[in-house]
Every structure is written in structure tokens, then in C-alpha cells.
DNA sequence: TCCTGAATTGACTTTTACGTAAATCATTTA
DNA sequence: TAAATGATTTACGTAAAAGTCAATTCAGGA
């Protein structure tokens, strides 16, 4: 495992910009440590990035992928605020669940789609 | 089935503005048609906002919608025009795939944090 | 007929998630 | 040592997806 990553280089191996990077850093999300100004990206950061970019690719903002990481982190506290964590757990479930339910839909209707292109194309192939 | 939904049934039913539906009209999503200047909505364009919403929730943009819907018609051109629809259907459904797998590794990592508080809950009971 | 509540239009505003440009600083290479 | 290369900071810009507000219009009931 490498220690530390520079900026260029996740922005190569995940296709985003510094500017990107910097901004989820901006955010919150990564803290990288420095070396002088420059960042270093250790492989934990790096793991950040790659949930952070999942979490887009599903639609959530960037105020929802921090709840979604908030939750990944060991709990640190009572009975209480574990209790409340696990709530917000079961929550975040549910939301992809029901993600989960709109991509079988959609999945549905796009095989029926391409069904019907094949017909289509079949009738062309007889009627020549 | 009902023969027509007013504009605020339909953000009743589905949580939205009229802002927001007659904003996916200008951008040519739905075309409802009008009795006077009121706008008259048909089973067919509440499916569609329905489908619009899932979009939505998948983290689609509305120009992304909007090829997926265009997706759901019926090709009507000839072979070449069929095979290209085709095409963009299996491109679609590769996102999909993709958001899919998004989803199970969330999952994972969700039931990776909820066993961590369980078993921190359970630490504190033993301690006490 | 008058009023009230819904719906429409148009314009301006806001939020999110970056893009882009300019100036500065650090490091490596010739 | 000069030049090139790469990273940083600051600040303004922007596109998408609505929100908000004001002015109108219109249909239906008392």
C-alpha cells in the first residue's frame, strides 16, 4: 500500500479535476495532510474520494454523501447518540432501497423497450 | 381511469411544486394539453411524470430523463434507426448496472456500521 | 354580479457543484 | 541559474433545477 497519493494522481485514476478535489476537501469530506502548502492524499483519503464519487454517481448531494460517511465512522458515545446512529443507518437503507426498486423499474421498462425494437426489426426483415 | 388530473392533484400525489412540473413541461418532458390556458393533465402524462421523478431519484439530469423516456417510445424508423436505439438502450442499462453495484457496496458498508454500533452497544452493557 | 380561490405567465433569485483565470510559490530538469 | 512543470490560493463565473414573487386571468358559487 502507498503512503501518499498527489493531487494529479487521483484526479487521473478517478477522472475528476483538482478543483474537485479541492472542493470535497472545502466541504469537509477529505482532510489531507501537507507537506509545506502541497496536499498528500493517504490511502484513507483516497478511500474517501472513491466513496464520495459512489455517492454521487447515485444522485446523493454533497451534504447527503457526509451524513453517508458520518455513519460509516465508528460510533464514539453513549447508549443514546449509538441508538440514534443506528436510526440514521435504517434511514439511509431505506433511501436505497428505494433506489434499488426505481432501477428494477426502470430496468423493466428498458427491457420491454429493446423487446419491442426486435419486433420491429423483424417485421422490417419480412416485409422486404 | 380518471380522464384528467389538474396541475395541483398531481403535486399532491407526488410532492412536487407546480413550479417544478410546469418547469419539466418547457423543457418538453410533458405535454399536457389545455383547456383554455389551463393545463389538463392525462393518465399518460402522470405516468410520465412518475417516470420523470424516478429519474430523479437515480440522480439522472433532465436531459438524461429525457433520453430515457425517448428511450420508452416506440422506434418508428428504419433499420439503422432501430439498431442505434438498441444501442442506447444497452448504454443505459450499463449506468444502471453501474448504480447497482453503487448500491450494494453502500449496503455493505451500512451493515458493516450498524453490526460496529450493535457491538459497541453491547460493550457498554457489559461495562456497567 | 361580485368575490374567492386556482391557475397562469414572466421575471428575478437561489442553491449546488463545480469551471476558469490570474497570481504566486515550489521543485525538478536542462 | 533559467526555464519548465506542478500545486496552491483567491475570486469571479456558470449551468442546472428549481424557488419566489407579482401581476393577471378565469371559472364557479353565494
Known sequence: MREYYTITELTREFGVSTRTIRFYEDEGLIKPVRRGRTRLFRPSDRVLLKQILRGKRLGFSIAEIKEIIEVYRAPSGEEGQIKLM???????????????????????????????????????????
Open 86 to 128: 443506528i436510526a440514521r443507518i435504517d434511514e439511509k437503507r431505506n433511501e436505497l432501497e428505494q433506489k434499488r426498486r426505481d432501477i428494477e423499474e426502470t430496468m423493466r421498462e428498458m427491457d420491454a423497450a429493446e423487446e419491442n425494437c426486435i419486433e420491429r426489426l423483424a417485421e422490417l426483415r419480412v416485409s422486404q
